[in-house]
């Protein structure tokens, strides 16, 4: 299909936009990726249906926004270091990424985005949800964007990968490389993005421990408070897979949870996630 067949749809008024009429197994333009790149940018997600595309493929594709990060903590799929397994088998009951969190963020320069790819899916359940954090943000009073224009706040990987955490996904081998869990990062509270400009809220209940020179118990409350707002549901759009689907997002806009409503079933995607750059 070539670029005239090329649709935008937005899922919701917030997040989200499916792009329609592009085959990726096939190398795209430098029109449509920079069509693909704005969208992203501005929608935080794209999700495109139907594609059939080899391990080789996926990379070709991720390769044309970004270098790739190899990443440390997740098995590789057979032969591809670049394609991390986000696997749940039948009898596994945790899954990977099931609660709200951005990617990356305990890295000094965090991820630019992931684009997870649907292998094998349960019969029903295992969606995706997405949260905008540019709308997170606007809707916060000028009073609060005042307080948290100052603030910088500290991110860890060590209580979610490290060597301490004995967790199911640990022991049954989907994560590896608990030893190199030592990843803390500073980052502002609230971002711009290095796309376009606009300002995101960036703290995430997954991997942000507290606000730099406060007490995790000076923290808390204004953390919880920032989650329970960012969480809410006009913010978000949700992701119902089919095989061949593939979400693209960016994690300077977005968080992302990923619903573990499937036990007993088998699901498998492939994720390859880009490098980013420094954020201010
Ligand atoms: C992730 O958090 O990267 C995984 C998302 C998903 O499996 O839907």
């Given amino acids: 299909m070539r670029a005239n067949a090329i649709r935008v749809e937005p899922v919701v008024g917030a997040v989200g936009a499916e792009i ?11 029109a449509e990726v920079a069509m693909i790149r704005e ?3 501005d929608r935080g997600v794209v999700f495109f249906r139907d594609q059939t595309l080899t391990p080789e493929q996926h990379i070709a594709f991720a ?25 749940k088998e039948p009898g596994q009951t945790k899954n990977i990424g099931g609660g709200w969190h951005t990617d990356h963020s305990y890295d000094q ?19 995706t949800l997405f949260a905008s954090m540019y709308a997170a943000y606007d809707a916060l009073s000028d009073g609060l964007k005042a307080t948290l224009a ?39 509270v609230v971002i711009r993005h290095p796309g376009n400009g606009r300002q995101a809220l960036y703290v995430n209940p997954g991997f942000t421990l507290r606000f730099e020179g406060w007490t995790d118990e000076e923290s808390r409350p204004l953390l919880d408070y920032l989650y329970r707002h960012a969480a809410r549901p006009e913010f978000q ?43 201010s």
């Fill in 39 to 41: 969208t992203l940018f």
């Fill in 150 to 188: 100052g603030l910088r706040a500290v991110h860890s990987s060590r209580h979610v990968f490290g060597a301490s955490v004995q967790r199911e996904q640990q022991q049954d081998g989907r994560l590896r490389n608990a030893d190199l869990a030592v990843q803390d990062a500073a980052h502002p």
């Fill in 20 to 30: 329609h009429g592009l085959d990726l197994a096939v190398p795209i333009g430098e």
């Fill in 237 to 279: 759009c949700r992701f119902r897979w089919q095989e061949g689907s593939i979400a693209f997002w960016d994690n300077r806009a977005t968080w992302h949870y990923a619903a573990n409503d499937y036990q007993g079933e088998r699901r498998l995607m492939h994720r390859i996630t880009l490098e980013g750059e420094a954020l």
């Fill in 63 to 87: 390769t044309r926004f970004a270098p790739i990060n190899v990443n440390r903590f997740f098995r590789h799929a057979e032969g591809y270091p670049e394609i991390a397994e986000v696997r």
């Fill in 109 to 127: 320069v965090p991820a630019m985005g992931s684009i997870l790819l649907a292998r094998e899916l349960p019969p029903t359940g295992g969606d």
